[in-house]
């Protein structure tokens, strides 16, 4: 049996990971593997629970009640589902992981980066990824694609959408600064640029992880 690998996206809003998470997956299981797409927050019954309070711009939350909901979605996400998956020798995707929370709540909303790094190792129970693509792109950019799919779907904005650029960009510099601290587990790719081009790129680091090209 293979063995499993967890490969995680992240970066700001708008930045492309649902749309390259699934196109990804695609080309995984186009080689034969088994893959698992799954996000945070979310991704288990309790987890879309948590989610649904977590983004819900009309409940009213702490920025440590905040921290702690996601962490809790993290918990039960990394036992119920990301450690059975990979021990199990799947692929695993997740839109989002640990990083988002140094990013939003450590450079966003100023919380310890070391006391995250302790609550991050209590959440993940030793389950860290063999690759993360950060998507980089310029808020404003990010903010504008999630404005278009809201005008074309309807869909609401969620609690962090409604925060100001200058936080956006601070998250956009955790990302930047985690992957300046951490190069051999984190990739930056340019996100600002058309989607077939963005998932070349992807596909190319992915390739490196796991020693075979992909298709599609
Ligand atoms: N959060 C946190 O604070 N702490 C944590 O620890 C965790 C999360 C885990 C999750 O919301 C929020 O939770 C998130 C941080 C916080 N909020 N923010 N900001 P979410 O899951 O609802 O939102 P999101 O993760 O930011 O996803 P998103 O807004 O859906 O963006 P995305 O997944 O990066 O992008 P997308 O859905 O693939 O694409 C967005 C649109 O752009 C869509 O219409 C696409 O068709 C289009 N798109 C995608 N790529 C391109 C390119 N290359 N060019 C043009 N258009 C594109």
Do not use: W
């Amino acid at each position: 049996m293979a063995n499993g690998i967890f490969i995680t996206l992240e970066g700001v809003e708008g930045s492309g990971k649902t749309t390259q998470a699934a196109i990804l997956g695609d080309a995984l299981r186009q080689t034969g593997r088994r893959v698992t797409v799954t996000h945070e927050p979310g991704g288990t019954r309790a987890g879309e629970t948590i989610r649904a309070i977590f983004l819900d711009p009309a409940v009213s939350l702490d920025v440590a009640a905040e921290l702690l909901l996601v962490l809790a979605d993290r918990a039960q996400h990394v036992r119920e589902k990301l450690r059975p998956a990979i021990a199990n020798g799947e692929v695993v995707i997740s839109d989002r992981y640990s990083d988002s929370t140094t990013a939003y709540q450590g450079h966003g909303r100023g919380f310890d980066l070391e006391l995250l790094g302790n609550l991050n190792r209590l959440a993940t129970d030793g389950v860290t990824p063999d690759l993360t693509i950060v998507l980089d792109l310029p808020v404003e950019t990010g903010l504008e694609r999630t404005r278009a799919r809201a005008r074309g779907t309807g869909r609401g904005s969620d609690r962090f959408e409604g925060e100001r650029a200058e936080f956006h960009r601070k998250v956009r510099g955790g990302f930047l600064a985690i992957a300046k601290a951490e190069p051999g587990r984190v990739v930056v790719i340019d996100a600002d640029r058309a989607i077939d081009v963005v998932t070349a790129d992807i596909r190319r680091a992915v390739e490196e992880l796991i020693k075979q090209p992909l298709r599609g």
